[in-house]
């Protein structure tokens, strides 16, 4: 099933029934970011009645509790530093965008912005950056990411004039495969957070970041359309599965 996708003036094919690469990370009994425990997954129980079939139930009807920012693929906006509460459901407008996958090598545990501008450059090069409004960093190259503890690995981080950089560049959302934009502990400097929303993050609501993505090592750098599917949960975030076609 082939769809016609029209950015501007430029005119793309994808494969709809095709997807290239699923970037998620699913919530499960998996313990994965910010210290807490795994997710639970707790059938109801309405004194004689059950939720489980193991259990005798007619049905599966389980509570699951987990937090968005650290159990699964999740995108959250600028709502996650603001005082007011803001909805990722009510702000995020744009699922289907134009983007670029860059893989960038951290030196001594940070992306620099020099390394970033040379990645940029390069794929400015390859016109790769032509409408692009999402910018995708793949920091690592594995397949342990689906498993791993993240907590208290002091994990890869982008300098913050990197968010600035992409804010003044237009671009509206950020993927990235570690938990955080933003350095493990940091004292809540947030630092790329804050600077890809801005001094005044309530004029960028639109604005989105992506974090825990799951960039298998056998997808390319390159320009994709993103497919940013996001759960409708009335919260700062929610858990989110970006999906990459092809363009054609």
Known sequence: MKAQIVINDHSYTIELNKPYADLSMAV???ARAWYINAPTFEPVV???WKGSVALGGAVNFFNVSFNPHAHGTHTETAGHITKERHSINTHFKNPFTKSVLLTVTPKEGIVTFEHFLAQWEKASGEDWLDEVKSV???TEQHEGSLTREYSNTNWPFL???IGSFLRSSGI???VIDQPSVDQEEDGGALACHRSFWGPTPLESLHRTITELAHIPTDVSDGAYLLNLQVAPLDNDAAPSRPILYRLI
């Open 46 to 48: 309405l004194g004689d």
């Open 159 to 161: 300098a913050p004039e």
């Open 172 to 174: 509206d959302h950020l």
């Open 28 to 30: 499960s009994n998996v």
């Open 136 to 138: 995708i960093f793949r």
